[in-house]
Structures are given as structure tokens and as C-alpha cells.
């Protein structure tokens, strides 16, 4: 293996094992409910599938911050999932305060109306965020339609329902 190549293997660890994650064979396998999951539907389009939630995800982080606000990142050999809730996405009229990007085999599908990372004209998306807290972790719930981008442009519609699971 080439010196970049294990370099970033062992970063990839690194980075997993912060989140929560653990190497393959560490140890045994993690009950439902330790590690951050998410299922992901997309209906329409070139990305279109179902991916059930998978425990031993080899991303899955999910962090609550300091301000409020929510980070997912996860991918379980489907889609690569990029979530950030802003801290008052739970409250109401502030639904669409989070940004969202799913790199699927098949098509690249973004959102982010609250202009964290970049600023998407009001109408093109139709989105909404739910956040349920419980005891044992908090749930955050994406759902609606927004189209696929490729270059400078959009296409088609996609309909996205996506829940992650972050333990407490």
C-alpha cells in the first residue's frame, strides 16, 4: 500500500473512531441504538432507493453543539449524508434552518435556504426539518422535495425522507 494510501486509512479511522465509530473486528457488533444511524428514501430520479439504517456504518457521527445546532455525516454503502440542523430548526417557522447534501450514486442532491454553507434561492426547495428529543436520543426528521444539481443547474425532483437517530 502506498504511504498517502495508509495515511489516510488511518485518518479515516481516526475521524470515525471520534464519532462513535469503531475499526472493523474491534470489537463485537454494536446493539441498535449505540452509534448514530440513518434510513434514507429518495423517490425519483436517477439517485432513487431505499437505504435502511445499518449499525456498522462505517461513518456515522452525529454531534450536538454547543450552540443548539446538529451535525450528521453518514454513509453505510449507499449515499453519503451531510446534515446540519441550525439551533433553532425546532422552533416554530425556523423548519428550513438546516442544510442537507446526499451524494448517491446516480445524482447529487443539496438544500440549504438558511445560507450555512451556501444560499439557495427562496421556492427551490420544499423542505422541512422535525426534531423529537427523548431519552434515549433525538431524532431529526427531513422530509419534502428538491431537485437534483449537476454543474451550474438543477433537474427533476427528488421526494427525500430521512430520519437520523442520535443516541443520547
Known amino acids: 500500500m502506498p504511504r498517502s494510501s495508509a495515511l489516510i486509512g488511518v485518518l479515516a479511522i481516526v475521524v470515525a473512531a471520534c464519532g462513535g465509530a469503531t475499526a472493523a473486528g474491534s470489537s463485537p ?12 428514501t429518495i423517490e425519483g430520479g436517477g439517485a432513487a432507493g431505499t437505504w435502511p439504517a445499518d449499525p456498522k456504518a462505517p461513518l456515522a457521527v452525529c454531534q450536538h453543539l454547543s450552540d443548539g445546532a446538529w451535525r450528521v455525516q453518514y454513509s453505510a454503502g449507499g449515499p453519503t449524508v451531510d446534515l446540519f440542523v441550525g439551533a433553532h430548526a425546532g ?11 446526499i451524494d448517491a450514486h446516480g445524482g447529487y442532491l443539496h438544500m440549504d435556504e438558511a445560507g450555512f ?42 421526494r427525500i425522507t430521512l430520519t437520523a437517530a442520535c443516541p443520547a
Not at 29 to 40: I, N
Not at 91 to 101: C, D, I, V
Open 29 to 40: 457488533v454494536a446493539s441498535f441504538g449505540d452509534r448514530p444511524t440513518v434510513d434514507l
Open 117 to 158: 454553507r451556501m444560499h439557495d434561492p427562496v421556492g427551490r426547495n420544499h423542505m422541512a426539518v422535525a426534531i423529537r428529543s427523548a431519552t434515549a436520543g433525538t431524532t431529526l426528521a427531513v422530509s419534502g422535495t428538491m431537485p437534483y444539481h449537476s454543474g451550474y443547474s438543477d433537474y427533476g425532483q427528488a
Open 91 to 101: 422552533e416554530p417557522g425556523h423548519a428550513n434552518e438546516f442544510a442537507l447534501e
